[in-house]
């Protein structure tokens, strides 16, 4: 059974910093290209950053370009979201999610397994 598990939200002061793991059960992680998405309350679900399976592209939202930094691990089958620079517009539910899409865009409707997220807050 496909399993993804997000950890390492929490509340964090503008200006700082988490990092977000995510462990995949049940598949091996290369198979997939795999993105972070998050949900604001009363908002839509958005792509924060994708990495492509074929050309190991990263893509990031533009609100979080030069703060954020993606990578995987596929020995741990584990993927990490290093946020930096953090700011209260950053707060919201973080999902992991995978999809067997070759190039897929960091959209929500390309990704097809999803973790049950991990909250971050930032707020002073």
């Known amino acids: 059974q496909l399993r993804l598990v997000e950890s390492g939200g929490g509340l964090v002061q503008p200006g700082g910093s988490l990092t977000l793991s995510c462990t995949a059960s049940?598949?091996?992680?290369?198979?997939?290209?795999v993105g972070w998405f998050r949900q604001a309350s009363g908002k839509e679900r958005e792509g924060v950053s994708c990495?492509?399976?074929?050309?190991?592209?990263?893509d990031y939202a533009d609100s979080v370009k030069d703060r954020f930094t993606i990578s995987r691990d596929n020995a741990k089958s584990t993927v990490h979201l290093q946020m930096n620079s953090l700011k209260p517009e950053d707060t919201g539910v973080y999902y992991c999610?995978?999809?067997?899409?070759?190039?897929?865009?960091?959209?929500?409707?390309?990704?097809?397994?999803w973790g049950q997220g991990t909250e971050v807050t930032v707020s002073s």
């Open positions: 999610a995978v999809t067997s899409y070759v190039q897929p865009l960091c959209i929500p409707g390309d990704f097809k397994t």
């Open positions: 049940g598949f091996p992680l290369y198979y997939y290209s």
């Open positions: 990495l492509v399976l074929t050309d190991g592209r990263a």
